[in-house]
């Protein structure tokens, strides 16, 4: 029950603490050292070193703990930089925003947790319903009509969203029916071990609606647009958040039913179901990069962009598998260095608004040297991670029975990659003519040191591999009945 | 008796299509908590638990009293005009529910033949999920929308049990308090929303575009 206490009841109280408490220095302080307590368990659980005993509806195999070690580590960095982040001035009405902060962040946790914990459908949808209702207050933050906006579209969408993935989890019931789990609770591992019972077309249609239902959560195209409103109005921790645990929550979800689907004949068409939303989302990313304006919207079409290449490399299956499984936790490292060095731009120039941004490599060089190195990054240039993910990825469609599929990727990567640099290299080198020149020298901030730390730390997973990961990641195709 | 609230959940899905007033809606949300909860009483005729009963009395508290009052409580304080605002004519819309819950009826008339299952309940659930989607299609008021979302909800309630599916108690009552805070967190969007962008209507929300 430790495990269970640190990962789900301490968060909890956590955020009972700071509605108690309304320093915001104390509550920080609570929810870092809780941060700090959870992204320990969860080494210590990935390493094989503790083994977590969790209660009835939760348990811990290869895919929860890998998930559940990406939140940990997204969460930890937002929160550590949460105080610095808030202490920036905002207006009069925001202030208020404050006070429920790191309430709704344990909130997240302890929902997220649950999420990834649980090996029960029924369980999953609660706590995946939970992380959308702790952070659709988030989203608000700001308290302006577009966070407004945002965050109405967002709760909206993605319950409508959630319903219909909760019609799937019921479809998935009446699958079972005359089979050996009927009348047994929605456990994952009853469902993968008696896959092949299962009713093929109430299985089918399971999957479409849980796919549909948590793309909208996901950001999978074309259910893509709540998400891109609330990722790019959000604060940028939160934004950071989202984009680098938050969608892998809803995914973990829809990996689940593939994994239960996986066996049975159903499989091709789960497999085309997910490989045309992944092909829809960079079509989505690749279409819109053309357009956008607004940075913070931008980088969400970027999230959409990843994801589907995720959700490509899940789909395809073998050697793509494994470096979708890579690009999930690459993207989440890149993801946070991108929003928070966005983050230190909209602070100082209050606008998102591409054309408003200029010269800022000479206003903010620090910030804008790293927002350089994140794109780089996110961008997949050697040798940072996600170059290498990709590259498992590509390897993989090429092998795989679709290998034209990959002059599609390539070509939308490109554009993107292409419209991304233009945007991003004119913020940085595009001078005002009207500006005169007169730059405080931008200070080291906390925000900078983790944007560098977090960096680091994405080429030396890349470059080190290190083993207990590549054996966790070949566990997890195991799980799912992949030979390689 | 299951088939009978059933037809009655559906019946209440028709006066929902007709009726041009926001108050209506709330009343509609009520009968259909009112019917839920009886369809959930029904077992305890024959088999009275009192640790069973917790499940159908939060229901009755969340689905016929706290949900309908706060919505109520919203349209009051915002002065929410009593008209739903459609987007597309009464008599269009009509004819769409009856020809949609039609081809829900028929088809799953086909598959109850290859599954075994309550055609009727299944069939009225399935349509309250579709109607509850037309109304947010449909109509323009942002309350009227939660409206739409709560049919959806309650349908899809319905649909559970067509399907037997048996969730244990702490999982239902974890999606009725998800429910219930979505529908309270959404209420305090609509308020910003109304003093903030000065109205309450799907047209006001068009600011985020590329």
Redesign the interface.
């Known amino acids: 029950m430790f495990g269970f206490a640190i990962f789900i009841i301490l968060p909890l109280i956590g955020a009972f603490f700071c509605y108690l408490i309304k320093d915001l220095r104390i509550q920080f302080i609570a929810s870092l050292l809780i941060a700090v307590l959870h992204i320990g368990l969860s080494l210590l659980v990935f390493l094989g070193i503790y083994h977590a005993q969790l209660p009835t509806?939760f348990s811990i195999d290869s895919l929860s703990k890998f998930f559940l070690l990406i939140l940990s580590n997204v969460y930890f960095w937002v929160v550590l930089i949460s105080f610095s982040y808030l202490k920036r001035p905002v207006i009069a009405k925001a202030e208020e925003g404050k006070k429920f902060y790191f309430l709704l962040l344990n909130f997240y946790l302890a929902s997220n947790s649950a999420a990834m914990l649980s090996d029960?459908f029924?369980?999953y949808?609660?706590a995946a319903?939970?992380t959308?209702?702790s952070v659709?207050?988030l989203i608000?933050f700001y308290r302006n009509?577009?966070a407004?906006?945002?965050?109405?579209?967002y709760?909206?969408l993605v319950?409508?969203g959630i319903?219909f993935a909760?019609?799937g989890?019921?479809?998935l019931?009446?699958s079972a029916?005359?089979t050996m789990l009927e009348?047994k609770?929605?456990f994952f591992w009853e469902f993968i071990h008696n896959a092949a019972k299962l009713?093929p077309?109430?299985l089918k249609a399971s999957f479409i609606f849980i796919f549909v239902g948590l793309s909208t959560k996901i950001g999978i195209a074309p259910m893509h647009s709540g998400d891109i409103?609330a990722t790019?109005?959000a604060p940028s921790p939160i934004a950071a958040l989202m984009s680098g645990s938050l969608r892998l929550t809803a995914l973990l979800g829809v990996m689940r039913i593939f994994q239960i689907i996986r066996p049975t004949s159903s499989y091709e068409f789960a497999k085309i179901i997910i490989v045309v939303g992944a092909l829809l989302s960079l079509f989505v990313a690749f279409v819109?990069m053309f357009?956008?304006?607004?940075y913070k919207?931008m980088l969400a079409y970027s999230s959409v962009e990843h994801l589907g290449l995720i959700s490509l490399g899940l789909g395809i299956g073998g050697l793509a598998f494994i470096g979708a499984l890579y690009h999930a936790i690459y993207n989440s490292i890149a993801k946070v260095v991108l929003f928070l060095t966005a983050g230190n731009i909209h602070s100082a120039y209050k606008s998102r608004e591409v054309g408003k941004i200029t010269s800022v490599l000479t206003r903010l060089p620090k910030t804008g040297w790293l927002f350089l190195l994140s794109f780089l990054a996110i961008s997949g240039i050697p040798p940072f991670g996600i170059f290498f993910s990709e590259i498992k990825i590509f390897e993989g469609i090429l092998f795989s029975d679709k290998p034209y599929l990959l002059a599609f990727v390539m070509f939308f990567l490109l554009f993107v990659f292409i419209n991304m640099g233009k945007i991003i290299l004119t913020m940085l080198y595009k001078k005002n003519d009207d500006e005169t020149l007169q730059v405080e020298p931008e200070r080291f901030e906390l925000i900078n040191v983790v944007a560098i730390l977090l960096l680091i730390l994405l080429t030396v997973i890349a470059v080190a591999s290190p083993e207990i990961i590549y054996r966790n990641i070949i566990n997890i195709t195991k799980d799912f009945g992949m030979n390689l | 008796m299951g088939n009978v609230l059933s037809i009655l959940f559906c019946l209440s899905l028709f006066y929902v299509s007709v009726t041009s007033r926001v108050k209506a809606y709330v009343a509609v949300l009520r009968i259909q908590g009112v019917i839920l909860s009886v369809l959930m009483l029904i077992p305890f005729l024959y088999n009275f638990s009192i640790f069973g009963i917790i499940l159908p009395a939060t229901l009755i508290l969340v689905k016929v009293f706290l949900i309908p009052r706060y919505i109520n409580k919203v349209i009051i304080d915002l002065d929410i005009k009593r008209r739903i605002e459609p987007t597309i004519q009464q008599m269009t819309f009509l004819p769409l529910v009856i020809a949609s819950v039609i081809v829900i009826f028929l088809v799953s008339n086909i598959l109850s033949q290859y599954t075994e299952m309550d055609v009727i309940p299944f069939a009225s659930g399935f349509s309250a999920i579709v109607i509850g989607i037309y109304i947010i299609m449909f109509r323009k008021k942002l309350i009227v929308h939660v409206c739409g979302f709560l049919i959806l909800e309650n349908g899809i309630f319905l649909f559970g049990t067509a399907v037997a599916s048996e969730l244990p108690m702490m999982i239902e009552l974890g999606t009725l308090l998800d429910v219930f805070v979505v529908v309270f967190l959404m209420g305090i969007a609509l308020n910003r929303i109304s003093s903030t962008l000065e109205g309450f209507e799907v047209t006001h929300l068009g600011r985020l575009k590329d």
């Open positions: 509806f029960h029924g369980m949808w609660v319903e939970a959308t209702l659709a207050p608000y009509e577009e407004l906006e945002a965050m109405w579209k709760l909206f319950s409508v319903a909760f019609i989890i019921l479809l019931t009446l029916k005359g009348g609770q929605l009713n077309i109430w409103d790019s109005n819109f357009k956008v304006n607004n919207r």
